[in-house]
């Protein structure tokens, strides 16, 4: 059974740093259902430009605030689990530098939220494109 070409998906994602004793850390989240660490991500939202859709991702699953860059790093592709079948998802990546951590926020308890130097980050992620994300972060922040 063929299927007919539909649009690409598009989702938006933050990648939350910060600067601590001249090191950048990137802050990870878990996924709800598989555990397995990632950044905050989301689909694009009517009326809001993508990297304000990416910054309240980051409120959302990450409990994160700061300023967003309007310029994606770089993007990565992934399958996007479905209950029948994978979709194939490009991810746009926006560096947000954090300002704050917010002691509640709507998906805490739902997933693990941690720092990580950018070299361990890069190994917690699944994604090969998204590692290499990553790993360029210092050389833009």
């Given at each position: ?9 598009s989702?938006?994602a933050?990648?939350?740093f910060?600067i601590?004793d ?10 709800r ?7 905050p ?5 009517k ?7 990416a ?9 994160v605030k700061g ?7 770089g993007h ?16 746009n990546?926006?560096p ?17 939220a941690?720092?990580f130097?950018v070299?361990d980050?890069a190994h ?7 590692a ?10």
């Amino acid at each position: 059974m063929s299927q007919t070409p539909k649009e690409e998906l598009s989702q938006v994602a933050a990648l939350p740093f910060r600067i601590r004793d001249g090191k950048v850390e990137v802050l990870l989240v878990t996924s709800r259902e598989t555990k397995r660490w990632l950044i905050p991500k989301g689909w694009p939202m009517k009326g809001k430009k993508p990297h304000k859709a990416a910054a309240q991702e980051a409120e959302e699953e990450a409990g994160v605030k700061g300023e967003i860059k309007p310029k994606p790093l770089g993007h990565y592709d992934y399958w996007k689990r479905r209950s029948t079948h994978f979709d194939l998802c490009r991810v746009n990546v926006y560096p947000l530098a954090v300002s704050k951590q917010l002691k509640s926020w709507r998906e805490k308890g739902q997933r693990q939220a941690q720092w990580f130097d950018v070299e361990d980050a890069a190994h917690q992620v699944l994604e090969p494109a998204l590692a290499e994300l990553i790993r360029s972060l210092p050389e833009h922040v």
